[in-house]
């Protein structure tokens, strides 16, 4: 098989990629001291070493051409009502994005001749993320994940996180690369750089196992509204005061590494009891909420449960993946974008998850097992 970084396959529909082909993309080589664990708070105005590396690359891609479509400013709207629920207007998305493979189970195989990272062309590729070990972690890392754009962009700096694209793992969380991800938010001093993950059955569009990154100049809800603890041994509540119920895993900064774990065996859970599942990785309020607008230096995750879907909603205003569960809808036409409300928003962002009681129940089952 041609490797991520030959330009012997490529995406058919994508544009052509000019200028001088990025072969060896930069190392970015971090350490756990490099955590920003204080002082993240809105405006966000602040970035990083990690935020103007990614940034940098990622406007450099897109003034050569190598998305599908040039993002400007988003027209961007704060639906009336409680749930302070962010629509924005992003009709490129929609028309020039690749079509979504089909999908017909949760733990579909890797399938080579279908749409994958290893006909990404080089260009495309921003950075090569690789920890420096530390002598406390027992967790295998990943040889490096790559940063790669996103061609059909849902807001600035979005992009995917990919774990070795040859070893054609399905979209199938592993603590590995979630560990990653994490890490990648505590390395960003932007308190609206988000990580997500979708799974098959749960709007994911690509079985090659991929994470979302991306940077939204707007708080949501789901940073500080308070939750009601199951396990606090093990970091996890129920938060139901938001746009989505779901389950919530918070941490300082510390153990990330046992953090992924626990959310992949929840996962794993889910799967073997047929159901779909989305991820979402914040800055946030630890689960007794703030009061103010700051997200705090913690992390939130929020993990929620659903019925597997694997066709898009004929009809509806947006497909309900991370970013709709958050309470961010990014939308196709003007239209909906205009007309859209808070309690028809929350209908079709709820339609997919469990009943409360089932999911309460869920939640126990899930809290028993990390007890273990």
Do not use: K
Not at 105 to 112: G, M, R, V
């Amino acid at each position: 098989m041609d490797s991520p970084h030959s330009p012997g396959r490529t995406d058919p529909g994508a544009p052509p990629d000019t200028g001088p082909q990025i072969l060896h993309p930069s190392d970015f080589v971090y350490h756990e001291d490099e955590f920003i664990l204080e002082g993240v708070a809105w405006p966000g105005t602040a970035l990083s070493h990690f935020d103007r590396a990614l940034l940098g690359a990622w406007q450099e891609r897109m003034a050569r051409g190598l998305f599908r479509y040039h993002l400007a400013e988003l027209p961007t709207r704060v639906l009336p009502g409680t749930m302070r629920l962010l629509a924005q207007l992003n009709v490129q998305r929609s028309t020039e994005r690749r079509r979504p493979q089909a999908v017909h189970s949760l733990t579909q195989p890797f399938d080579s001749q279908q749409f994958n990272f290893m006909q990404i062309r080089p260009g495309e590729v921003l950075l090569c993320l690789r920890r420096r070990p530390s002598a406390e972690s027992n967790l295998a890392a990943a040889d490096h994940v790559l940063v790669v754009i996103n061609v059909s962009p849902l807001e600035r700096g979005h992009v995917l996180l990919l774990p070795e694209p040859t070893l054609c793992l399905p979209q199938v969380l592993t603590p590995e690369l979630l560990r990653v991800g994490l890490e990648a938010v505590l390395l960003s001093a932007h308190p609206g750089f988000r990580v997500g993950f979708n799974s098959l059955g749960a709007s994911a569009s690509v079985n090659h196992l991929h994470l979302h990154g991306f940077y939204l100049a707007h708080p949501l809800l789901v940073e500080t509204a308070p939750a009601e603890p199951l396990c606090p041994a093990r970091g996890l509540s129920l938060l139901h005061e938001a746009p989505a119920p779901a389950l919530l895993f918070y941490t300082e900064g510390a153990g990330l590494e046992a953090l992924a774990r626990d959310v992949c065996r929840a996962a794993a859970r889910l799967l073997a009891l047929g159901l779909a599942y989305n991820v979402f990785v914040t800055r946030g309020a630890p689960p007794e909420g703030l009061a103010g607008p700051g997200p705090g230096a913690g992390l939130r995750l929020l993990l929620w449960a659903r019925r597997p879907r694997f066709e898009a909603e004929e009809g509806a205003a947006f497909n309900v993946a991370l970013c709709e569960l958050a309470g961010h809808l990014p939308m196709a036409t003007a239209a909906a974008f205009e007309e859209l409300n808070e309690a028809e928003a929350l209908r079709t962002i709820r339609q997919p998850l469990l009943p409360e009681p089932e999911m309460r129940r869920l939640a126990a089952d899930l809290a028993r097992l990390l007890e273990d």
